[in-house]
């Protein structure tokens, strides 16, 4: 009995050795966690909460990953460029750090989704819901993102119309659409932008 229960003993450990020193997938994918440095904006939205909407039913479950933006809208990376997902953050300011789970050796697709906060041009409440459709590639980057009433429009397109918009504008990029409008030297372009990008999601 004192051997068989050394055997069982010793086949448990391996087991448990093997599942935690498992590295990756069959298939030579593993898991990581990936922060989405980005701004909210509608003007700028601050205290908003930004989540990864995993099943896009618009709507935040338990589990999914979520933040809340800062005093300038921003989430994962201040406008000063802090880091709120640092190890070496003050726990105060991880709040605003926002990590979603992903399958390295991939590409992921994420929705994005930001509501609720204030509109800290206006100081009006924010009451509307603004989406970002974004990819962080097989190497588990992704750049900096921006999420506008733009991007939101954009995320009911396909990438073939997304493509022919642009086309249809000279000098007007993918790049252009999902850029930070307010930094933009004069606001009547963007206006235009708005009721092009409307116009064409109507048509």
């Known amino acids: 009995m004192k051997y068989q229960n050394l055997l069982a003993l010793t086949l448990s450990t391996s087991l448990l050795a093997l599942v935690a020193c498992k590295p990756a997938d069959q298939d030579g994918t593993s898991s990581s966690s990936v922060a989405i440095n980005g701004v909210s904006e509608d003007g700028y939205v601050s205290g ?3 989540w990864h909407d995993v099943n896009d039913n618009k709507t935040l479950d338990g589990g999914e990953p979520f933040a809340i933006t800062d005093e300038n809208g921003y989430f994962s990376k201040s406008i000063d460029g802090v880091d ?4 070496e953050t003050k726990s105060y300011l991880k709040r605003h750090c926002l990590k979603v789970n992903v399958v390295k050796g991939i590409s ?3 929705i994005i989704r930001i509501q609720k906060g204030q509109d800290i041009i206006t100081t009006e409440p924010f009451l509307g819901s603004i989406t970002l459709k974004a990819t962080i590639d097989k190497n588990g980057k992704i750049s900096d993102v921006v ?4 991007t939101t429009l954009l995320a009911y397109l396909t990438p073939a ?3 022919d918009f642009a086309g249809r504008h000279p000098g007007l990029s993918e790049a252009d659409l999902k850029s930070d409008f307010l930094k933009q030297p004069h606001s009547f372009s963007t206006t235009i932008l708005y009721i092009s990008v409307s116009l064409y999601f109507l048509k």
């Open 147 to 150: 999420a506008t009433p733009i």
């Open 48 to 50: 908003g909460i930004v």
């Open 108 to 110: 992921n697709d994420i």
């Open 161 to 163: 119309q997304v493509t």
């Open 84 to 87: 709120y997902c640092a190890n």
